[in-house]
Structure formats: structure tokens, C-alpha cells
């Protein structure tokens, strides 16, 4: 979405009677606001670096974002997916620093991507059998890995921070290309994928199924438990696969900072683009929108030198406001 | 005096199996700690495990309470970190000022979460989550991100220190008095039944004419209040009101609850049983520390959060058990 784009919708809008737009397209709304308000405000807003800087940031979060809308498209949520980047970003380090890893740079390269998605395919793997065998409720079934997932991740480090110099693994964080970062361009590969997948696939259809009616999906013969535990997998390697874009953007792995705090983000991000909470919406495109209106709050607040704990309150404020807005939709 | 004909021991056990199954628990690793450790049962041990888990015991059961509406409530570790910054700005004039003040401040941010489920409608788990960020925040910025030292001249911190009576320590004392009011509310009231029917069904509990808006307004509040009065213990107990603390407490809540048997889903759930259910999860890291003092095991802090999830993990399998088992009982008949 260009900057082009949302001003010209919200020049439109005058037009149209405000309440029902701002209802139906409050995110892109907020956007441009936040958006004129740095253009005026923020010292050196109109900078190729800024951008730059805000996109290597908000890949992770829109990654995430996007598994997170998936689960909650089903009428689940995920509050591992930080813990997860925790561990998978344990994980790599290890793996490329250890004695295969050295004398196989190549072989290492390859396993430090691969075991931590297949790690993170697994804690997702466990979070769905809980959820679609088990039948735990979301909240409680990935609180487990919310918790002991950092841990394992820091009985894997001794609590240590990994330093490391390793060009080709931090190309998944700092590699350009066309001048803008690898990690942004990829995120926007997996949108597209992941679009495709929720319109073209029963797959797809099945997700939206699920969050609409469960009972009614399972009734009509659909896959429910296999969807379900799918959504979760594909939340967790995305969570996965953050943590390690993480790690490669600092050249370093610290598995109690790692992914902290990432739920937060990303339900905001899934909520404030559009997911509804009880389920039967995914807006892919509606989670990265989501994730750039976070980070640009974030970017905004601390560019103007308001201190984090503020931002923080600042966070939740939007939290409530965005769920706020969407349960009005709703009835 | 048991009544023989009302109280079925048999059909107790079958319809309690978890609740049984934490009482038998807690008595066996009690009577492991008290045969394999020396000074597991001496006065210093049992002070400060009761010092420290009494912040654990008021929380899990303000927790108890939202959960049995099939609600939730991540804001207490937050809130609790709040009040006791707080307190420790309040313990100058007593504790007789102190504690109501970071009670009320609990309370405070209860109302919060109350109205945003109550009247706007925001799904417990969000509206809390929120309130959970907005008041690490507030504590960080009400502090200026410092611990705050409390004021030793005042009792502030008798509280958190001393025994009554030279037997019990205060903060248990305290912890124990709101816990048997609770009992009494939620077994005994109309209150309390209220908010065990919204959990069984909240459409239901408002077309028989339950006051539903009221009862869900009060287990916040409640919550918030607990979540205050264990402040108030931190601040009195470690001496400094402490803006970071409060991390994770929200987990060890939830898993006290879960473990005691209650619900998650509502409609089903006890006091007692959740006391018993900290307390066993407190027991478990004592003992885990006397191993470590042993050399039997050597677990470095960051064990502790594997444990806890692993714990969670086996309570919530053996609740699925139940409920299956539950399940296709019902379907049988």
C-alpha cells in the first residue's frame, strides 16, 4: 500500500458519510493520520533511511502477523508465537556455530534455516493437537509453550547471548534488494502465498469455515482437526522464521529478548488490519496493513523522544480501541 | 461431623477426581519434603514459603473467580508490580494507609478492565492484555523505572516480615482472612452462584433474571483488588515497591487455578481447591531448590519456566481425561 494510495482514499471520503467509512476502513484511515502527522512532526521523516529502518522492522512483526491471522481466523490465538522466535533463534546460532557447522559452512547455513522452522513447525504441531484433539481452549493449549518455550530456549543458551559474524546468515536480515530489505520483500512474498492460499484453496475455504461456524464445518464432513492443527504449524514456522530474521538483523541471539512481547504486536497488528476475534476473517494484506500501523506508532513515539513505558500505554490504548471498533462492526 | 446422608464420600471422589487428586498431591510431597530434607520443615522454611506464596495464594484465587465466569485476567502480575510502587510511596504513614490505598489502586484498574468487558463488550483476554501493558507502564512512569525503598520507621513492613503472634507470618494471616470471605461469598451467596451460572452459561444466567453485568463487574474488581493486596506483600516483604517484578504472574495464576480443578471453560470451580493448587505449585519449586541445595540436580533458574509449562501441560491432559471421560458418560446414558 503506497502513501499515494491512502491519501487518495482519504480525499475521497469526503464524499461519503463518515461513520460507515471510517468503520469499514479505519486502519488505512489511521495510516495516512499517522503518516501526515510524522510528515509535520517527526525531523527527517521523508528519508529513504526511515524507510528503510521501518521496513527491516515491521517484516518480523507483519510474519507474524499474518500466522496470527490464520489462527484467529479459525476463532483461536496463538500467545507462543514470541516464544517460539525465542527458541528458533536459539536454535540457529548453535547450529551454525557448532563443529558441523564450521567445517560445513554451506550444510550449516542450510541446517541453522531449517531445524528452527522444523522446531517451530513442531511447537505449532503441539499447539494444534491440544486445540483440535484435546479440544484446550487456544489461550490455555499455547500458554505452555508461552511459557517454558523461552525457557527451553534459555536452558539451550545457558541464558548467554550468541554473538556471531556470519555474512550469509544475516543476509535474512540485513540483505537488500531493489535498495529495500530482503526481509520485506519476503514478508510480502508470503502474503502473497498465503492469499492464494485463503482464495483459491479449500484449505482456505476450510479456515474461514472453521472461525464461522466449527460445529456446522465439522457436521458437513470438512477437515476440521487437520485445518486447525495446519493454521497453527503455519503460525508457528512464521513465528520461527521471524525469530531468525531477528537474530540475523542483530548478529546475535538473546533468547529472553527475542520475540518479547511479540503476541502483543501481532494480534494487534491481525486485529487493527481486520481479523475479527470470533473468527471467519483473515485479511492477509488487512495484517500487514495492521503491522505497519504498529510499527509506525512505535517508530513515532520514540523518533519524538516519548519514553518507552509511555509507548507501552500507548500500545494498549490502541488494543482496545481497534478491538473496540471491530466489535461495533459486528453488531 | 460428617452427615451420612448427604455426604457420599464415593460419589465425592467421582465427581472431584482433580480436586482429590491436589489434596493427595500436596500431602505426599509435603510428607517427601519433611523425610528427605532436614530443614524442610523448620520454622525459616515454612515462613518464607508462606511469605512468598501468599502473594501467589490471593492472586489465584482473585483468578479463581474470573475464570469460573470464563473469563480471564493477564493483569494482575502488572498490576500487582503497580500497587506495590504504590505502596512503597503510601508505607510512610502505615500500613493502616498503605495497604486500602494499593488495594484501591488494584481495584482502580479492575474498573478498568470491568468496564471494557462489561460495556464495551471487549473480549476478557484483549481488554485485560491491555490493562496489563497500560499498568507496567504506569509503574514504570510513576517510578521513574527505580525500585522505590519503603519507609522502615513506619509498620509498613510488618506486613511482609513479622508473625502474628510470633506463629503465623502477617502477610499469610491477611492472605488467609480474605480467602475464607471468598469462600463464604462464592459457596454461600447469591453473588457467588451468580458468577459460577454466567460461567455455565451467560445468556442463559441473564434470561433467568441474574444479575450477570453485576457479578462479571465484581470478579474484576476482585481480581484487581488481590492483585493489589499482593502489591502490598511485595512492597512489605522485599522492602521496595518493585515496577519490574509481576512478570509471568499472571501464568502461575492460571496454572494454580487450572491445577485446582477449576474449568477453564467456567461454570465449575473452588476456592480451596485453588489455594491447594499454589500451594502445590510453590511446593514443587521448594523442593526443586532443596534438590538444588542437595547437588542432586543441578537447575539453573531458567528450568523453572520449562517446569511450570510442562506442569501446566500435564494438568491440562489430565483434565482432557476427565472431560472426555465425562463425555462419553454422558453420551451413554
Redesign the interface.
Known sequence: MTTQDTELKAQQSATFAWGPFLRKNGGLVALAVILVFNIIVTPNFLQMQTLFVNISQVATIAIVAMGMTLVIATGG?DLSVGAIMALAGALAPLIFLSEFGQANPALGIAAAIAVPIVAALACGLFNGI?VAN????P???T??????????A??LT??NLQTFSNPSFSYLGTGKVLGLPFQGWLALLIACVLYLVMTRTTFGRYVLAIGGNERAAELSGGPVKRVKIGVYMICGALSGLAGLIVVAINSASDAARNGNLME?DA?AAA?VGGAL?QGGRAPIFGAILGAVIIQLVKYTLLANGV???????A???I??AA??VQ?ARK? | MLDTDTFDLRKYLSRNPQSVAVWVTLAALILFGLLRYDNFGGAYNITSFLNYNSMFIIISVGMCFVIMTGG?DLSVGSVAAFTSVIAAYLSPYGIEVALPGAVLAGIGFGAINAV?VVV????P???T??????A???A??ISG?QTISVDWGSNFTKMGMEKALNVLPWSIVVVGVVVIVLWVVLEKTSLGRTVLAIGGGEDASTLMGLKVHRATAFVYLLSGGCAGLAGVILASGFGAGQPLEGI?WE?SA?ASV?VGGTL??GGLGSVTATVAGALLLGLVFNILNFENGRGTISF???????????F??AV??FQ?RV?AGREQRKEAT
Open positions: 490465538i491440544l484435546l479440544k484446550v481452549q489461550i490455555i493449549a500458554l505452555i509453550l508461552f511459557i517454558s518455550g523461552r525457557g527451553i534459555q536452558v545457558n541464558g502483543l494480534i486485529v476475534l519514553e518507552d513505558e509511555v509507548a507501552l500505554i500500545k494498549a490504548i488494543i482496545l478491538v473496540y466489535q453488531e | 480471564i471494557s464495551l463488550r471487549i473480549p483476554f484483549i481488554a492484555l491491555a490493562t496489563m501493558l497500560g507496567k507502564g504506569g514504570l512512569v523505572a509471568g501464568l492460571i487450572v477453564l471453560t539453573s533458574a531458567y528450568w523453572q519456566m520449562v517446569i511450570r509449562g510442562g501446566l501441560f491440562i491432559l482432557a472431560m
